[in-house]
């Protein structure tokens, strides 16, 4: 159950930051997929708090997820597909 929570949560935020971005898409593509690692990985550091590798499998997913359908959606948009 958590997990599903894990992947929507960050499919919403990425789907905001993808939207929303002033550099390039593809940095904050890179920037999103480091910090869903990173958020998870901080937890084997965080007091009372526990690393799960499928929290960080389901963070990556909906990140991944948001970007594929960001990219195909800002393609069909502009007309190249």
Do not use: M, W
Request: glycine share 4%; aromatic share 14%; net charge positive.
């Amino acid at each position: 159950g958590t997990s599903i929570n894990h992947a929507l949560a960050f499919f919403y935020l990425s789907i905001l930051g993808l939207f929303s971005y002033k550099t390039s898409f593809n940095q904050t593509a890179i920037f999103l997929l480091v910090l869903s690692i990173v958020l998870e990985l901080s937890h084997l550091i965080i007091p009372n708090r526990s690393f799960q590798s499928l929290d960080l499998f389901a963070n990556l997913l909906g990140t991944l997820l948001a970007i594929v359908i960001i990219f195909f959606y800002k393609r069909l948009k502009n007309g190249k597909i």
